[in-house]
């Protein structure tokens, strides 16, 4: 039992590169997060999926998109990175309303 | 204006010290309170969780929330270096289903 993982741990972009951050749970979870951690910021969330089939936006969607592929996989695309990005990103997931989430490692991206 | 303010700090104690962490809030709706921990460069971790108002006690750590003035504090008694961390509350409630909001978090440093 893994838990959340994620891939990659580094990332270093160009301004305008574009990537794939995935992430996949196996605890059956329902719902599934992105987050992005930056100084002074706390975390905040970027999309989440209340479940399989389904995807919203959180407090800063903007530049990214997501796929919810299965039940378990939950992937974060950054089309055309910029330097704002540059964070520390962090997948989620949990069971049910109230349940307290469970994290993944972290991304750890650099755009230049 | 933020809806769980936390004061970043940073927090230094010498070992054995108690130690308090504070959140408020101002969404009325919130029910479902947490404090994670976080150790530098790692994914947050659970620590506590309490549903409403109350304590709850787990070994060195206590949590309260006091819902009537908005406010849930972490005690952590006799302090051990391995403290040292960002502890972040999140919180939820009805409305928001599973989505958590995070506290900035407070970096604590335990010193033998």
């Known amino acids: 039992n893994a838990g959340v993982t994620q891939t990659p741990k580094f990332q270093v972009l160009k301004t305008g590169q574009s990537m794939t951050l995935q992430c996949a749970q196996d605890?059956?979870?329902?719902?599934m997060y992105w987050y992005r951690q930056d100084p002074g910021m706390g975390l905040r969330l970027i999309y989440y999926?209340?479940?399989?089939?389904?995807?919203d936006k959180g407090e800063v969607p903007n530049g990214y998109n997501v796929s919810r592929l299965n039940k378990r996989e939950f992937s974060l695309r950054l089309e055309s990175a910029a330097p704002s990005q540059t964070s520390v990103y962090f997948c989620?997931?949990?069971?049910?309303?109230?349940?307290?989430?469970?994290f993944g490692p972290g991304t750890r991206l650099t755009v230049l | 204006q933020k809806e769980v303010e936390q004061d970043p700090g940073p927090l230094s104690v010498p070992e054995g010290a108690i130690v308090s962490l504070n959140c408020t809030y101002s969404?009325?709706?919130?029910?479902?309170f947490m404090w994670y921990r976080q150790y530098s460069r790692k994914g947050p971790e659970l620590l506590m969780y309490?549903?409403?108002?109350g304590n709850k006690e787990d070994g060195r750590f206590t949590a309260q929330v006091d819902k009537s003035s908005k406010y849930i504090s972490l005690f952590i008694r006799d302090s051990q270096p391995s403290d040292s961390a960002t502890y972040l509350c999140?919180?939820?409630?009805?409305?928001?289903?599973?989505?958590?909001?995070f506290g900035e978090g407070t970096q604590l440093t335990v010193n033998p």
């Open positions: 989620a997931s949990n069971s049910v309303v109230g349940d307290t989430q469970y």
């Open positions: 605890m059956n979870h329902n719902s």
């Open positions: 999926s209340a479940s399989e089939g389904t995807t």
């Open positions: 969404n009325s709706a919130f029910q479902y």
């Open positions: 309490t549903y409403s108002s």
């Open positions: 999140a919180m939820t409630g009805e409305t928001s289903g599973s989505r958590l909001t």
